[in-house]
Nanobody, 112 residues
Framework: EVQLVESGGGLVQPGGSLILSCAAS????????MKWVRQPPGKGLELVSS????????FYSDSVKGRFTISRNNAQNTVYLQMNSLKTEDTAIYFC?????RGQGTQVTVSS
């Protein structure tokens, strides 16, 4: 059974930082590209960042480029999203996903 379990969300002030983690199991993690997507309140899903299976290739949406960093640890089947300089518009549910599966998400709220 494929499982993607996100953690690390919470309430943070603008300009603050959070690190999201996603623990994966039930598939060949080290051979699978991973993504972080988010859903802001009342809006659809948007791709935030992705990382290739080896970790050598990374993509960031324009809205987070320079502020967020995606990484992975294939030995621990975990993918991370370091989020710095958070803005109110980063408020969303953040999901870890593969092409076929998505976790339950973790809420990130950026507010003063």
């Amino acid at each position: 059974e494929v499982q993607l379990v996100e953690s690390g969300g919470g309430l943070v002030q603008p300009g603050g930082s959070l690190i999201l983690s996603c623990a994966a199991s039930g598939f060949a993690f080290s051979s699978t590209a991973m993504k972080w997507v988010r859903q802001p309140p009342g809006k659809g899903l948007e791709l935030v960042s992705s990382i290739s299976a080896s970790g050598g290739g990374r993509f960031y949406s324009d809205s987070v480029k320079g502020r967020f960093t995606i990484s992975r640890n294939n030995a621990q089947n975990t993918v991370y999203l370091q989020m710095n300089s958070l803005k109110t518009e980063d408020t969303a549910i953040y999901f870890c996903s593969t092409e076929a599966y998505r976790g339950q998400g973790t809420q990130v709220t950026v507010s003063s």
